[in-house]
């Protein structure tokens, strides 16, 4: 299904491009205003939040204007986690919630993620549905004078989202004892992350809380974990954990200053949860998952399916299959059980209520041997260069190469100017070869 303006997660681009203006956020704030207004007629209300892009104040102005133009009241959170916008999206009984956010991306994107009155990302059907109102006649959807929506401020967003995150574990859990080395990205993360860990007792030592509007991700976040680990040996934390722009993923590093990417983190809870009679079905991964962590899940007894890249198809295939857990191996992880999306302050919790007796993060995570595997984002003008038959020839001939001895995964980014190109086998000599053939019909 080829859609104008959504991608894998949203709409995202350049700011004051062709997609990512006050103009068009006008646009989509009417569009969108307009057909949640025509779901559920009662509590015409939307919320909005944002990360910490300087961006955001231009954009999310106009956002608002299209919005209260299709007659919806709305309310302002500022900057908060993408998950504490999902959260409270269902419990405010709001028609929609918008975050503006571009995610990992660099302080220049910015986009939008929309969530409906469950908490969920909206569908492709939904989404296609979105994009004929925006390009259909402005004067069509704007409401009457007199049914004009309201704008009003909430300044407790980040303490109601800290409150629901508590309430999904015991009362009497304490992080007295563990120090924490934590990186907030300069990003939405950047007031709730501290705030958590702090009050229930952890040590914390953070960095990435103190945006400007440009450092957004700048050498920092779940991008850039070498960050992390040096704060981790250095503070000799017992771990490391570090969001990325709206912190709905998350990655890990032990006290050793290893990286602890998504899929170990799956392997991890995937088998505890298991253990602790919590998994229901088994552990959607993705095209993107390593074969070590489908044969660690195969020799557990636990059964593991893969979807599309993007957290969004990941729980969707968790839905349709009754699964509760699921994740990318870049660090989206979706906990069924207590949340509609990825969350990285989320899945810390769940991690360090693991982590609190046992203390050494190196042992919680050791649980697979990662088939080897090289990951290469090559930057490209037109993402339509995947299709040259000088590239698809390229690709055929990795293929033959690595003759069923691995994996092979060239697509196009969804949220970003790149190909990305996954090549996997016990042969690391031959993955780079590959990967180096694939790369010189790219650039």
Known sequence: ?????????????????????????????????????????????????????????????????????????????GPLPTNGLAMLTKKMRANMGIMITASHNPYHDNGLKLFGPDG?????????????????????????????????????ANDSYIKILKQNFPSSLSLKGIKIALDCANGAGYKAGPALFKSLGAKVYDTGTSPNG?????????????????????????????????????????????????????????????????????????????????????????????????DRYVKEKMKKNKFNLGGEQSGHIILGKFATTGDGLLVALEILFSLRKRKKASELFNKFKPTPQILENVEVRDKSIINTPKCKRAIIQAKKIINNKGRILVRKSGTEPKIRIMIESEDSRLNKFCVNIIKKSIQ
């Open 214 to 310: 440009l450092n957004i991700n700048l050498k920092s976040g779940s991008t850039y974990p070498s960050k992390i680990c040096q704060m981790t040996k250095k503070n000799k934390a017992h771990i490391g954990i570090s969001l990325d722009g709206d912190a709905d993923r998350i990655i890990v590093c032990d006290e050793k200053g290893k990286i602890i990417d998504g899929d170990k983190i799956l392997a991890m809870l995937g088998e505890r949860w298991k253990r602790k009679k919590i998994l229901k079905g088994g552990v959607i991964g993705t095209l993107m998952s390593n074969y070590g962590l489908e044969n660690f899940f195969k020799n557990n007894g636990i059964k593991f399916l893969r979807s599309n890249v993007g």
């Open 120 to 156: 969920l990302k909206l569908s492709d059907r939904i989404e296609k549905k979105i994009e004929k109102l925006i390009d259909s006649k402005i004067t069509k959807n704007l409401s009457k004078p007199i049914e004009l929506g309201r704008v009003k401020r909430l300044e407790d």
């Open 1 to 77: 299904m080829i859609k104008k303006y959504f991608g894998t997660d949203g709409i995202r681009g350049k700011v004051n491009g062709s997609k990512i203006n006050g103009e068009m956020f006008f646009k989509f704030g009417l569009a969108a205003g307009t057909y949640f207004k025509n779901i559920k007629k009662s509590k015409q209300m939307a919320i909005i939040a944002k990360d910490t892009r300087l961006s955001g104040y231009t954009l999310e102005p106009a956002l608002v204007s299209g919005l209260a133009s299709a007659g919806m009241h709305i309310y302002t959170l």
